[in-house]
């Protein structure tokens, strides 16, 4: 009998109690523009969700994309700065975010997910007023903090058969503004509001790394504090651990920062023994043996 369909045999059999622990669990998503590489990885990408869907998981994606804001920001001439992880966002800046985030990203993860035949629906944090948000910091301009989230929404299109995939825009309290909301920090407001089972941060390291460079395969909520203020944590992983610790606070199970270029990540961290990246949670029993 040829080995590899032993092993495939195997890697199903192993998964079985994994796909009955999340039947029925919502898992949010979030897609980084860093994780999400050319048109070979979206379609694995999305048949992992179309698979997660396929089993019984309710999934939500949230995306990112400021590389590709960064490129029609570059086009246009338009200067664009970070500060702890966030953009910077003037008048000009935001109609480009959301022209790149509910346009072209939104529907280039909408088309692969169901051309491998799942139902994808795309909407933005505007959609049903599903994220309001309020001025994050004078300093940022419209960036928003998620104060409001309307899911129900979410849970509609869970009840159809649909999958949900999130533009990180979101709505203002006053008529006719427009907020541009960092991908994890929506993803983790989402996931928040839903009492997620899972909240995935993919992105393009293998997780959460400490002084020397090794990834931190299990994290509590201090020793992610601890690593932020001696300055390991930094630049675009602020934003995904604050997120973290904001989730496990609104109620998320746990929340798991990985590599999204990793072939099938997800299903590695959902249905096997093995796990990926780092997971972060409070009081929740191991249940798993992480390796790496
Ligand atoms: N302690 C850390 N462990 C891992 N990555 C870190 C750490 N501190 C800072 N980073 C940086 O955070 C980046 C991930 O954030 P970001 O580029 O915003 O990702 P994405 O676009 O996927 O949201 C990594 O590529 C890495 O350069
Ligand atoms: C406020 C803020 O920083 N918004 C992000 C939104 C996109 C994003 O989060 O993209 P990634 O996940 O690919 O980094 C931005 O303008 O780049």
């Known amino acids: ?16 109690p994994y796909l009955q622990r999340y039947a029925g669990a919502v898992v949010v998503v979030k897609f980084g523009g860093n994780a999400m590489g050319d048109d070979a990885a979206m379609a ?15 999934p939500v994606v949230v995306h990112g994309g400021g590389p590709m804001i960064n490129d029609l920001l570059g086009k246009l ?35 692969a997910i169901n051309d491998q035949g799942g139902r994808a629906v795309g909407i933005s944090g ?24 309307n899911v129900q929404i979410l849970r509609d299109l869970f009840g159809a058969g649909m999958i949900p995939v999130v ?36 992105t393009d390291v293998s997780g959460v790394k400490d002084e020397s460079g090794s990834v931190v395969t299990q994290l509590s909520p201090q020793e992610v504090r601890d690593l932020t203020a001696r300055g390991v944590i930094a630049g675009g992983m602020i934003p995904k651990t604050e997120t973290a610790l904001a989730a496990l606070e609104a109620g998320v199970r746990a929340v798991v920062i990985l590599d999204g270029r ?3 990540a997800c299903l590695l961290e959902l249905f096997t023994d093995h796990g990926a990246g780092s997971i972060i949670r409070s009081t929740e029993p191991r249940v798993k043996p992480r390796g790496q």
Do not use: Y
Request: hydrophobic content about 45%.
């Open 77 to 111: 001439g338009i200067k664009s700065e970070f500060v702890r992880g966030k953009r910077v966002t003037d008048k000009a800046t935001v109609e480009v975010v959301e022209m790149v985030l509910s346009g072209l990203v939104n529907k280039r993860i909408v088309q």
């Open 1 to 16: 009998m040829n080995r590899d369909w032993i092993a495939t045999a195997r890697t199903l059999s192993e998964a079985l």
């Open 167 to 202: 533009a990180p825009v979101a709505t203002g309290r006053n008529e006719n503004e427009t907020f541009n909301v960092n991908g994890d920090t929506a993803a983790g407001a989402l996931a928040g509001a839903l009492k997620a089972d899972r909240l995935l941060l993919l």
């Open 126 to 149: 505007k959609d049903d007023d599903l994220i309001v948000c309020e001025p994050d910091d004078p300093e940022l301009g419209f960036v928003g903090r998620p104060v409001e989230m």
């Open 44 to 58: 694995e990408f999305a048949r992992d969700i179309v698979l997660m869907r396929q089993v019984g998981v309710n």
């Open 262 to 264: 990793v072939p099938n």
